[in-house]
């Protein structure tokens, strides 16, 4: 039997399965039905989980979004994420396993491992893809992943020579769905053949693990561009910052202000940073440009604030604001201290 293994990401806090791996193994899993119909060739979904302990709500949400197999790769060296001890094991894990298709969440650390990952075993990787499918091409069947190219102006599928097939995807693109029935098998795999961790922090400069979630999950969302940059002076960022506190919102970026070192790539949004499906997005000095647009536009209001009337970014929002984007934080900030 043929397999889709899904790399499910941990969350080394609390020991739960991250949500973006439930939404790729639904999405797997309408992968085998789809591979049936089309040459009878039948696929199961492997969710694979490398840590220390594992929630036992998280493994019974894995086999209802529709894994058969459940794979704990267990050890000790496991509890914390680190990239080189991580591949190591999914290696050693893989050789006994062999899946054809592997497909990671495109998040900050699958973004780390899977390229890792991908060249340990002399292979490709589709990174950052919207949409996963089969297609048939000359009576074979091949995985196809779409993911976007030429600064996003284009979709590629790409069809791959080497196996196994790998593509990271990024969080929100699918829908989890637990409505599956599915008596999986657990297994437990115990690696051993992984060198110490060779690679020491030395500062963290990332925030709590958690915060980054809540920034995800976000009801508002600021989003600070350009236009706030002064010389990458930080002075309206911290504005803003306090503006979001005191109403409950979370503050994200484009990839600008992050290449400036002003915010971490983790609170990037866009093609090549986060997702957000915020109830309200709040974009002060942020011109539009479509890779920011691709981490953003599900959104359900979209407020812009921009000095440039002609600014790409109106094409999406639904309130329009021609203004400083700074003058309005002062004014904000004025009446809510
Ligand atoms: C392969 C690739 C991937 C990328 N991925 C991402 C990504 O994931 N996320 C991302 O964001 N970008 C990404 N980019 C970069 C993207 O193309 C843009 O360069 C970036 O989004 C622009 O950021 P910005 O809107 O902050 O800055 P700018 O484009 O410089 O826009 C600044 C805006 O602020 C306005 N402004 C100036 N002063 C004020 C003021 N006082 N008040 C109000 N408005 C003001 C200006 O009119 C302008 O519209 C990517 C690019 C490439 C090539």
């Not at 002076?233 to 504005?239: G, S």
């Not at 994200?252 to 990037?268: A, C, F, N, P, W």
């Not at 599900?298 to 003058?327: G, Q, R, S």
């Amino acid at each position: 039997m043929k397999k889709i293994t899904v790399y499910c990401e941990v969350n080394h806090l609390n020991k739960k399965i991250a949500d973006v791996s439930y939404e790729l193994i639904t999405k797997a899993y309408e992968l085998t039905k789809k591979a049936f119909g089309l040459t009878n060739e039948e696929y199961i979904v492997e969710a694979i989980v490398l840590s220390d302990e594992i929630d036992d709500n998280s493994i019974k949400k894995t086999f209802a979004a529709g894994a058969t197999n459940f794979v704990f790769v267990k050890n000790d060296c496991l509890s914390k994420f680190s990239q080189t001890v991580f591949a190591q094991c999914f290696v050693e894990y893989y050789i006994q396993s062999r899946p054809e298709i592997i497909i990671f969440p495109a998040t900050p650390i699958g973004r780390i491992v899977a390229p890792r990952i991908t060249t340990m075993l002399n292979t490709g990787l589709v990174a950052d893809c919207t949409d996963l499918d089969f297609v048939v091409r000359e009576n074979k069947m091949y995985f196809a992943p779409t993911r976007p190219t030429f600064g996003s102006e284009l979709m590629a599928t790409i069809l791959s020579k080497t196996l196994p097939q790998c593509a990271t995807v990024r969080e929100k693109t699918f829908k989890a769905e637990f409505d599956k029935n599915i008596e999986g098998a657990l297994c437990e795999f115990y690696p051993n053949s992984y060198e110490e961790n060779r690679i020491k922090l030395v500062r963290s400069i990332f925030d709590k693990e958690s915060s980054v979630n809540d920034f995800l999950n976000a009801k508002i969302v600021f989003v600070a561009g350009y236009g706030l940059a002064d010389h990458r002076d930080k002075k309206y960022f911290l504005r803003l910052e306090e503006i979001a506190k005191i109403i409950g919102a979370k503050v994200g970026s484009t990839r600008k202000i992050v290449d400036l070192g002003i915010m971490g790539h983790e609170y990037q949004i866009g093609q090549t940073g986060s997702t957000v499906e915020a109830d309200v997005y709040i974009a002060f000095g942020v011109s539009g440009a479509i890779q920011h647009v691709a981490g953003m536009k599900n959104c359900k209001t979209i407020v812009a604030i921009n000095t440039d009337e002609n600014a790409e970014i109106f094409n999406y929002a639904d309130y329009k604001i021609v203004a400083d984007a700074k003058m309005i934080i002062d004014e904000l900030l004025e009446k809510l201290r």
